[in-house]
């Protein structure tokens, strides 16, 4: 019996024991969508709900051996980038995508530049800023939340202006989540490349409560979409609808932030 090939993301991400974020999130994010996930850990945590305490790097060697093992046999079309946990494993994967895109130049790169825990704990070993670098050049997408934007265009003012310098620092486009708002919705901003505003808007009621993993959630799920073929303009429709529902169905597992139920399929919130 011959049975149904699925579409499969390369997820470079560092290890959540908590299971709140990081690989684990991507996993189950992707697998919603109707793709498969290839984790590559970067980075194993020590971290609970709440907190982030220590970060532990994977050697890059290991990381770039299991990437290129992967790709050697599965068709990737798609790859995820969460936390690097410091600059070498940045360049090092940034090469790798370089190398892999003159095989497959329409490759899709979306970059979820995690600058510390949503508690803002640290989960680089090196200057963030500096470590994340190498994957905004080689980014297709780009998701910041308000905090990471202002931090990655500190020059500029305003979420337009500091989205607009991200866009004419890189060759990506940009989806600010607006979570960290002070507005009742949650507003999230398209901007793309050929553009200098915002080309689309998406408003959703802003949920009660904390949630841990919800910018894995939503960059994976991008991953997920155009892995299976979705557009990107859809692609980043169909996963804020996932994400939301994701988190309105969302559980505790002990006092502090909640988890995501991320294992619905995306279908069930169209």
């Given at each position: 019996m011959t049975r149904a090939q699925r579409p499969c993301v390369l997820v470079f991400a560092g290890h959540d024991p908590s299971g709140g974020a990081g690989i684990q999130a991507d996993i189950e994010a992707i697998a919603a969508q109707g793709a498969h996930a290839l984790p590559v850990i970067?980075?194993?945590?020590?971290?609970?709900?709440?907190?982030?305490?220590?970060?532990?790097?994977?050697?890059?060697?290991?990381?770039?051996?299991?990437?290129?093992?992967?790709?050697?046999?599965?068709?990737?079309?798609?790859?995820?980038?969460?936390?690097?946990?410091?600059?070498?494993?940045?360049?090092?994967?940034?090469?790798?995508?370089?190398?892999?895109?003159?095989k497959r130049p329409q490759l899709h790169v979306i970059v979820d530049p995690v600058l510390g825990s949503g508690q803002g704990d640290r989960l680089s070993l090196d200057d963030a800023i500096e470590a994340i670098q190498p994957l905004l050049s080689v980014a297709t997408l780009i998701t910041p939340n308000l905090?990471?934007?202002?931090?990655?265009?500190?020059?500029?003012?305003?979420?337009?202006?500091?989205?607009?310098?991200?866009?004419?620092?890189?060759s990506a486009d940009v989806l600010v989540k607006g979570g960290h708002g002070c507005e009742d919705q949650v507003r999230n901003s398209w901007y793309q490349t050929q553009h200098l505003q915002a080309t689309q808007e998406w408003r959703w009621p802003k949920l009660a409560g904390e949630f841990h993993g919800s910018g894995c959630t939503l960059a994976s799920a991008i991953a997920g979409r155009l892995a299976m073929g979705d557009s990107l303009p859809r692609a980043l429709d169909q996963a804020q609808r996932y994400t939301?529902?994701?988190?309105?169905?969302?559980?505790?597992?002990?006092?502090?932030?909640?988890?995501?139920?991320?294992?619905?399929?995306?279908?069930?919130?169209?």
């Amino acid at each position: 019996m011959t049975r149904a090939q699925r579409p499969c993301v390369l997820v470079f991400a560092g290890h959540d024991p908590s299971g709140g974020a990081g690989i684990q999130a991507d996993i189950e994010a992707i697998a919603a969508q109707g793709a498969h996930a290839l984790p590559v850990i970067t980075a194993l945590t020590v971290q609970d709900n709440d907190h982030a305490y220590a970060v532990h790097a994977v050697d890059a060697q290991i990381i770039l051996q299991q990437a290129m093992t992967l790709v050697a046999k599965i068709p990737v079309s798609v790859v995820k980038i969460g936390i690097v946990a410091h600059k070498k494993n940045a360049a090092a994967i940034a090469r790798f995508i370089e190398q892999l895109r003159q095989k497959r130049p329409q490759l899709h790169v979306i970059v979820d530049p995690v600058l510390g825990s949503g508690q803002g704990d640290r989960l680089s070993l090196d200057d963030a800023i500096e470590a994340i670098q190498p994957l905004l050049s080689v980014a297709t997408l780009i998701t910041p939340n308000l905090p990471e934007l202002s931090r990655l265009s500190a020059s500029a003012d305003g979420v337009d202006a500091q989205a607009q310098a991200l866009l004419l620092s890189t060759s990506a486009d940009v989806l600010v989540k607006g979570g960290h708002g002070c507005e009742d919705q949650v507003r999230n901003s398209w901007y793309q490349t050929q553009h200098l505003q915002a080309t689309q808007e998406w408003r959703w009621p802003k949920l009660a409560g904390e949630f841990h993993g919800s910018g894995c959630t939503l960059a994976s799920a991008i991953a997920g979409r155009l892995a299976m073929g979705d557009s990107l303009p859809r692609a980043l429709d169909q996963a804020q609808r996932y994400t939301q529902a994701s988190l309105a169905h969302a559980y505790a597992i002990a006092p502090g932030q909640l988890i995501p139920q991320r294992e619905r399929r995306n279908d069930q919130y169209d």
